[in-house]
């Protein structure tokens, strides 16, 4: 079994009470407030898959009235970080993302028509991986995956037509 490594966003620091409670948690995260002013649980928990370490964690978490926000990841990156993370240059994923190199098909920006454009990790290691044969991780899609559903969650009450969504999410 693995140690797995994740950082939780909660919505505020922990109180006293919250603390304790945390403190009492079968590996016991760390609690710290970044520069941004965002409050995290940084975890080290053996179990055989991140996914299943994320859940337990959470669920602990929120036992103790903090709500989780999202899980840290870094899956919003630049051109220049993209190639930094592989140890290419900016220049040449830029060609790859405008199809001038490669072999095309490089995934889209999150946010087109932006002066500084982000890709997803999770959609651009596997473009990475299958088209250029790199060797890297695959845990990226859980930790985008659990922050879409902790914003979604998020964002429900405020949704009329929740069961639109479920629908969508049913037919996937």
Known sequence: ???????????????????RLLAELP???R????????????FDRPAAALADAIAVAIHQ????DLQVTRVADRDWLTLAEIGARIGRSREIVRLWALGKRGPGGFPAPLDPD?????????????????????DLPDDEPILAATNLALQL?????????????RDLLAAA
């Open 1 to 19: 079994m693995r140690v797995q490594h994740f950082l939780l966003v909660v919505d505020r620091p922990p109180s006293l009470t919250q603390q």
């Open 27 to 29: 590996g016991p995260p």
């Open 31 to 42: 609690s710290e407030t970044g520069a941004d002013g965002t409050h995290r649980l940084t």
């Open 61 to 64: 978490v929120e036992t103790t």
């Open 114 to 134: 932006r002066e500084t454009s982000y890709y997803s990790w999770a959609q651009v290691s596997p473009w990475l991986r299958e088209r250029l044969g790199y």
């Open 153 to 165: 969650r998020a964002l429900a009450p405020r949704i009329r037509h929740m069961q639109l969504i």
